[in-house]
């Protein structure tokens, strides 16, 4: 198993003092994902939950939805030098019955891996292909503004190799009334929130319609697509959404919070699941 950080050695340059010390640096390994033994796509991680990932890839996908559509997940190939694993390639064999998305996923996959979907057409995907629609009235789900607010120091606090290495994002769930259910480190923001879902199918907790899902950056339409697509009904993020996840997030009836800093928040979309007083007057 790859190592989650690595040791390099540094030249400081400190108030016109140069030193030579170790650094410790976040480990970043290209993952191929097959499905059914076909190369299916490459994307950059840190090593560690490579099987999680692999499954929330494809929940994302509209592959799989629960623990039973997966028959078994291995490591494969990608032999070193020396003849070690480089445990780079994982193979995802679909149960019985569960129908494999042949070339079109594939094509689809290789084509958007670099920037996520775009436009009309991808909106209308996810509408279609998502396993839970999200409720128009909320689902029963309420979330206090003091509560949201608590939420990005829980999630750094619970950030332990960022602590080390200051190169990671983060994504966690929590409950409606703010308490921590799992969190996940990547290089790749959308990489640690397929680890939190494929952490959650694998253990039977799909759909995650109590769930808010926190991110460490900035709200892309692939975060928001995910997040729809495992059946959360809440996103927020310490940084800007993208105009089209704000468009997915108003189709789909998502909950979008951005700029989630202090004090303060921008409601995009889904106010209803929010517990915020009557906004003021426009003078």
Known sequence: MGRVT???RVLRVRDGAVSSRPDTLVAEEPLEIRLNGDPLAVTMRTPGDDFALAAGFLVSEGVVARAEDVANIVYCAGATEDGGNTYNVVDVRLAPGVPDPGPSLRRHV???????????ASLDAVRTTARWPLPEDGGGVRVG??????????LRAAQRVFDRTGGLHAAALFTPEGRLLDVREDVGRHNAVDKLVGRALRQGLLPLSSAVLLVSGRASFELAQKAVMAGIPVLAAVSAPSSLAVDLAEETGLTLVGFLRGA???VYAGAHRLALPAPAAAS
Not at 110 to 120: A, D, I, M, V
Not at 148 to 154: I, S
């Open 6 to 8: 690595e040791r390099r």
């Open 110 to 120: 290789y084509t958007t891996s670099s920037c996520g979907l775009c436009g009309k």
């Open 145 to 154: 503004p003091e509560t949201l607010r608590a939420l990005p120091d829980r």
């Open 264 to 266: 303060s928040m921008n």
